[in-house]
């Protein structure tokens, strides 16, 4: 544990990427975020209305509690995970309890692990990654979405249902930020037209699978009493409003 300026108590959290996918220039490269511990003020976030209204509590809940000078719309959805189970922890402490099927649980979250990260498939440095569709054999590049591109998607995806409030094309709205390049061609328009049009649903679902397999994160699962298979932690309200 540190201090900063200020005397309240910090923590130095590893990032799921181990900083691999961020440029030598930014701190994040360094694959660890200092946060520090909850206060009065972080609670004012959580419950500010405004910030509750636009779906962006956490977001600045988080950035209330980074200490590190990064920027944090760089972070990917993996690392920022990590940051919000940290942020739990150091807000209201490691025991989380919630119920699943109709039994009690909780369970200590300081004792979640990152998913293992095959780092042959980084190139330390840069957010790319190689794919080639099974189906169409076409090369592609794709990258990890971070949160700049989260809010990206969020606009487009709140202008198209202004248009159309009946419209639900998220997933191909999502493949356009995320694929970089086809065969080579870099080109947006080409790109976008490429996931309209000619990105057949097979390979749409095997890039989404092998995007969860590279993908770094927070393992949040767990085994259920008496399962033999894991499953997701519910995140719900009382995650950060234990209260609820």
Not at 105 to 115: A, F, G, H, M, R
């Amino acid at each position: 544990m540190s201090e900063n300026k200020f005397n309240t108590p910090t923590e130095i959290i590893e990032l799921p990427s181990k900083g691999l996918i961020y440029p030598a220039s930014s701190l994040l490269s360094k694959g660890e975020v200092e946060m520090k511990y909850m206060t009065a003020k972080e609670e004012d976030i959580l419950t500010n209305q405004n910030y509750i209204q636009k779906g962006t509590v956490l977001d600045e809940l988080i950035k209330s509690l980074i200490v590190s000078d990064i920027n944090y719309d760089d972070l990917c959805t993996g690392d920022k995970n990590a940051l919000l189970v940290a942020a739990r922890i150091l807000g209201y402490g490691k025991d989380y309890s919630f119920t699943y099927s109709g039994e009690e649980y909780t369970i200590d979250l300081s004792l979640l692990e990152n998913k293992p990260l095959d780092e042959s498939v980084f190139k330390k440095g840069e957010n790319e990654f190689k794919f080639k569709l099974p189906a169409s054999g076409i090369d592609i590049t794709f990258k990890l979405l971070t949160n700049h591109d989260e809010k990206k998607i969020k606009a487009e995806m709140d202008g198209l249902k202004k248009i159309n409030k009946n419209i639900s094309n998220e997933l191909s709205t999502r493949l356009k930020y995320m694929v970089t390049s086809i065969n080579g061609n870099r080109d947006l328009k080409d790109i976008r037209d490429f996931v309209e049009q000619q990105f057949l649903a097979r390979d749409s679902r095997a890039l989404r699978e092998y995007v969860k397999e590279v993908q770094p994160d927070v393992d949040l699962t767990f085994f259920p009493d008496g399962g033999n298979e894991k499953v997701s932690i519910p995140v719900g309200l009382s995650f950060f409003w234990p209260d609820i």
